[in-house]
């Protein structure tokens, strides 16, 4: 209960400042951009984000929205166990949200074979195959976002991150967060090289810095559901050969980290 009272008196509080200030957007008008964004993506993949060995695309638009709420004051400082509580049905709610939407566009609301999901249904730049398990991912994932995207910024405002980028040094242990335009710069002048072995969590809960973070989510989408969801593991090569994601996100970002599937939940 403290936390949505929380959540609510600052949500009254933004948008008190977006009125005065002209740059308030409805929830309807948040929607629309974030599809358009989907759309840009696949019209130009140079405004999409996606490294070497990363599963998934996202809309630039999509996650520059939700880090734009990183700069507002008074974030939640400590999460409780209710607050704790309340994110974690969040994402487990929108995991389940995500992959019934796109398995009834898709199949009708069944959930694919496991002959469908080894189906190619494509290729990529390089000529690589694309599954139907791949595509699937994608799509489950961008509808993840945008059902975590308008919740948290209802419940959240300012206190979370999609798909926020960082670049973490194994060795220092240091941690730095590249943002959106940069990232940008370094896709569309062919350098993502740069961007090797940077770390992308589907959701970050911080405390209004996406470098003080509180509790990191990353979705999995099995095809089809009855495989166990697992970690990515990363490719050879510097910084993180032999690790997998789970194992470098707790030495990132603590020890708060949980993977979620639709059907597994938080874990």
């Known amino acids: 209960m403290r936390f949505r009272f929380t959540a609510a008196l600052m949500g ?3 948008l008190s400042g977006c009125q005065s ?3 308030g957007r409805t929830r309807r008008e948040l929607k629309q ?13 140079a405004y999409c984000t996606r490294v070497v060995g990363e599963e ?5 638009s999509i996650r520059a929205s939700a880090q734009a709420g990183a700069s507002v004051a008074g974030a939640l400082k400590v999460m409780d166990e209710a607050a704790r509580a309340r994110g974690r049905e969040i994402m487990e709610t929108c995991a389940s949200e995500a992959s019934w939407e796109v398995n009834k566009q898709l199949f009708a609301g069944q959930t694919p074979t496991a002959e469908q999901c080894r189906q190619v249904v494509g290729t990529d730049a390089a000529g690589n195959p694309i599954t139907r398990a791949m595509q699937l991912g ?7 976002m945008r059902c975590v995207q308008a919740r948290l910024s209802v419940e959240r405002p300012g206190g979370f991150s999609l798909k926020p980028r960082y670049r973490y ?7 730095e967060l590249i943002s ?3 990232e940008q710069a370094l896709i569309l002048s062919g350098r993502t090289v740069k961007l090797r072995g940077t770390l992308v969590p589907d959701v970050v809960i911080h405390v209004g810095n996406p470098l003080k973070v509180q509790e990191v989510f990353d979705f999995k989408f099995p095809c089809p559901i009855s495989n166990n969801p697992s970690w990515r593991r990363y490719p050879e090569g510097p910084p993180h050969e032999g690790k997998n994601q789970g194992e470098v996100y707790r030495a990132a970002f603590g020890d708060n980290v949980s993977l979620v599937a639709p059907g597994w939940g938080v874990h």
Request: proline share 10%.
């Open 12 to 14: 009254l509080l933004l």
């Open 21 to 23: 200030t002209g740059v």
């Open 33 to 45: 951009t974030m599809d358009s964004g989907s759309n840009a993506c696949r019209q130009n993949p």
């Open 56 to 60: 998934t695309v996202l809309p630039m």
């Open 138 to 144: 994608q799509m489950k994932h961008e509808a993840a």
């Open 169 to 175: 040094d194994p060795k220092t242990k240091a941690l």
């Open 180 to 182: 959106p335009e940069a």
